[in-house]
């Protein structure tokens, strides 16, 4: 700092008397003249066009308005004396030498100047006189001091006034419901009388008060006593600040001289405040037995003509100190009647202040406030809700008469508040301070209650408060910054002597013991009709439950103190750099976090991520983790395990596997990694473990870890009874257990699933080791290559297959089948696969039961268990299903058969009836077919929604005979089903089978109507080759002579050739003989149907061309065949001769019959010789 011998600025006074000067911390300068104005000294740097450097201007009134005014007009000049400024609120009081005040309004932001309000001398002193009318008036004059009351201190209080009597006079700049926080007025509210006032006498008062001193409840005064001594005045109630009757203290002191001048020395408190904007509310600062553990001894000065006097106003702490070193010990009166004034449990709070001090000088008074603490702090209690007659005392309070008035509202006051008591009436009620029980209730003792409450009173300030703001480094970047940095090793301190007290005091826990003995039981609020059992069970209660209490809050201090340790931390490692790491949502919860919300549950990730990035910068600088895991184990155990300093330790292995080329090293590293995650498994991070093994291609160690990890969480496998008892709903244990171990088989099968891709895909990155220091889980640019991934993917899946772990093979299973690695899965070899197999089949979703079953019939197979197998693909073929067709169903049931037969010649019978079951289901599936194939041709000539419905019904399942036969093939006319179903049914009618085959060839000659005759004769005949070849075998549905019959009609009727049917039944594959016996039968049985269109002779002209066609190609029979078939066809062909005879003459077309027959006779015989 350096002096200049020359002032800076310098103005005319203008004639102005200057009596006094007050200035404000943003540098205004206001000046109080005896002309009873007030003005402001404007100054800058440079004087310009405007103004001049350094000027002053008169708030008060302008000077060409006092020009103007006439002097009849002008008020009585009232020279200002006093300036007093609330920079808290940004108004100015001024006090004249009359006693009147002026209020001038400085702004929102401390730079207006508007004058409001002015209250004379002589409206004051009627205020006060309309509120204490039983007071002289005499006593309101001459106000001799005007002080500010602070926001602090007061919400509706503003200005406080001292007269020369020693009254207070309180005033209000506004309404108290105002919404507006700027004065608009001014107005006498309260009133409080001196210390030892009475209105019959004058001693023991203050009097002739010429000076005085008011700031946060404390007042001096300078009282006149003679010319050289002045007696000071000091009143104050911090002691008392929970008393319904307003309670103030008072000393008095004589000082040499004429005092000149008094204020207080300028203190700040020991720790962090409040930031009002904290939650938007104005709050009054708490009384000073809450905060005087955190607040310097408060220092006045005073100036007098004999010297300067430095006086310390006392806290009850020091109160309580000096009466400990004065009397030499803590049992006595004095400490006795400490504990009755201040109550036990604000007494017990303040020997707590002493005893975790900490000073060495004071170690003596630490142990008689200890003393303090446990004798007079009182004992646990019950209380029977039975109580003696109340007498007035400490522990009892009386309410009085409030002395506050509302501005807006008319107030009369019929007592004053100080030093008032009030007298009990007869009806007046008293009770104790905790209230009357109508019921038993355990009532804690004052030092349980007095640690509670300095526990409280130390957390006050974190409590509620944003323990994180932001800071503007620059216009585009705002980073994280901690509120409470620098005195977070005064709350760590605090708190740990406090701790320190708690688990050193083995008298107090000792004595709240289960037993329920306490010295003081005698205390006990109850009457004489409880019994003694009952006394000492509800002792013991009480005893029980202050015990239980104590521990919780033991616990809650240690919460603390581990929470603002790794704050401490924290803030050593750089807060912003810190909660650079964090993700948004994790710096969006810090920003509102308090210590109330940091010691709730569902924080572990905010600390985990703050101490991962701890962590993390060591990690960045490939530094040793040890120092610090050793650091953040001591300060915060709970926070940060032992466990998590095994998983810092295995995530530097990992790290450090950049620099190391040598496959042993590396190795040895790995395993000595996995082994630390092994052994901090059960609560592990198996996320950010997998994505680190993953990092060092270290596959098979995410497959142990995640095998380890399961095991540990589920130790005895609850998780398999509960899978293999289907999963009750009912079984919350045996559900979150098997939710555990799901969870960590799914990262070995993401493991597997990333293998698999990369083996396919040479596009995908895969993590890798790092080769420069940093982050385990960040990936790097290490490419794995298709061979590697397939290397790795088999060294993986073999060493999966080889797990005892029946649950995760489960897993495994169900996750190949999903993937369709159901080639692969069939190969494995293991005890676990068909149980997984059987039970997929039976349980899960429709389509992964249909899977399951897929692969269990082809593990049977494989396994030569064709059997099974046969049953499976029984089951397959039978399973309803809009997705599975009815050709994949006979799919299925060929494949049943094949594996039946393969069965059927090394088991029981049992398997023969499957065949046989099977088979026969084949052939009623194969019909179904032919039903399915009708309706579709049905279906391209008749659109309707039935057929449709019938289509999809018969393509979803399988169905029985019956069904086919009475739902579908008689319900849609389809003739050929019909009959293909009787002849699978093995039903024989003969008059419905010749109906059904006259339907069918009406069928096909109707769908060829409009074709020519030669298509017609072409399309009938490939239908009945087609059904001859099919039922020709069996007379009972393939009626030879029927359809010959009906057809050779059709065929007279159309003009068909001659050969037609015939030729029609040889390539259905009728034998020769066969068909010549039919034709030799219909021609012996004379029908008269053939006469009408001479059909008789036809008969035997499509005899005589069979038999040249047999002729013509005598080998297509065996030699056996062959001359039984000429025997049997000479013998009719002489038949037909002699019948024919006796119609040669009378019938041309019999003679040419005859001719015909001789030939084909007389190629017989040679043939035949």
Known sequence: MNLLPSPLYSLPSDNCHFLTIQGTSGGRLFLGARDGCLYEILYQAQDNWFSKKCRKVNLTSSSLLSFLTPSFLKREEEPIIQIEIAEDRNVLYTRSEQGSIQVYDLGEDGQASTFVTELSHTSITKSASQIIKTVDKSNFQNIVHISAVGKGESVCLHLVAVTASGVRMYFSMRPFNAVTSRPSMLKLVHVRLPPGFSGSTTSQRPSKVHMAHYNRGTLLMASSQAEDMDLLWATGSDCFPFHSELMETHVSIPIGGHMWAMTEEPSENVVWKRDPKDDGRVRCDPPLVVTQHMEQLRKFVLLSAQGTYMLTKLRPVDQLRSILIQNQGYDNIEVESFFKLHKADQACATCLILICSGLAVDNQVVDWAAGAFFMHGGDPTYDFGVRPPATLGANYSVTGADVTMNPGLSFHPAQVSTPHVSKLNADMTIAPAGGVTT?????????????????????????????????????????????????????????????????????????????????????????????????????????????????????????????????????????????????????????????????????????????????????????????????????????????????????????????????????????????????VSPHLNLQEVCESLSNARYYDGVLDICLTTANKRDPQNIALHYYKHGEPSDDQTGYNMYTARLDCYNYVLDTLKFLLSTSYNTNVMSPSVPSKPGPPNKQTNSVLTISEAEHYTESLYNLAIKSNDELFHVRLYEWMVNNELTDKLLQVSSPYLEDYLRRSATSGTPDFQFQSLEVLWRYYEKNKNYS????????????????????????????????????????????GDLLHELEEKLDVAKVQVLVLESLRRLQQNYRSQQIDTAISKLNSKLMDVTTLYGEYAEEFDLAECRLSILHCAGHYDSVLIESLWTAIIDKEFELTEAQSRDNKMIVVQNKVICLGKKFGTNDKFFPLSYIIKDMELRSLESGYDVNWVANTMKLSQIPLLQLLQSYDNLYKAKDPCWRN???????????????????????SLSAYERSRFIATADGLVSGYLVELQSSTIANPQAQSTAKKLREVQSRLQRAYS
Not at 545 to 551: D, W
Not at 872 to 901: F, G, H, W
Not at 1093 to 1110: K, N, R, T, Y
Request: net charge neutral; charged share 20%; proline share 2%.
């Open 868 to 911: 099974s197998a046969a049953g499976i693909l029984n089951i397959l073929a039978d399973k309803p299903s809009v997705s599975l067709d009815l050709l994949q169903r006979i799919e299925y049931l060929c494949r049943a058969v094949m594996n039946a037969k393969s069965a059927s010649f090394r088991v029981d019978k049992m398997d």
């Open 1093 to 1115: 269109h001479g059909g008789q002779f036809h008969l035997l002209m499509v005899i005589a061309s069979l038999l040249d066609s047999f002729l013509s190609q005598p080998h």
């Open 439 to 679: 019921g038993g209730q355990v009532i804690l003792s004052g030092k349980h209650d007095g640690i509670y409450l300095y526990l409280a009173r130390i957390l006050r300030p974190l409590w509620d408060s944003k323990l994180v703001g932001e800071h503007r480094v620059s216009s585009s970047k705002v980073v994280m910054k901690s509120r409470i940095d620098d005195e977070l090793k005064w709350f760590m301190e605090q708190l740990s002597t406090l701790l320190s007290f708690l688990q050193s005091s083995t008298q107090y826990m000792a004595s709240l013991s289960n037993d329920g003995y306490l010295p003081n039981a005698g205390r006990l609020m109850t009457s004489n009709h409880i019994d003694e059992a009952t006394k000492k069970k509800c002792l013991g209660e009480a005893v029980a439950k202050e015990k239980q209490s104590l521990q919780q809050l033991m616990l809650l201090v240690n919460s603390c103190l581990e929470i603002l340790g790794l704050w401490n931390i924290v803030c050593d490692h750089q807060f912003e750099v810190v909660c650079a790491a964090l993700t948004e949502a994790q710096v969006a919860q810090l920003k509102s976090c308090t210590l109330r919300s940091l010691l709730s549950s569902g924080n572990e990730q905010i600390f985990s991520a703050m101490i991962n990035g701890i962590i993390q910068q060591y990690l960045g600088d490939n530094a040793c983790t040890d120092v610090i895991s050793n650091k953040l184990r001591e300060t915060c155990p709970s926070l940060y395990s032992l466990d998590d300093a095994k998983c810092s330790k295995a995530n530097e292995l990992l790290l450090s596997l950049g620099g190391i080329a040598t496959a042993p090293e590396r190795s040895a590293l790995l395993f000595d990694a996995l082994n630390l995650y092994k052994e």
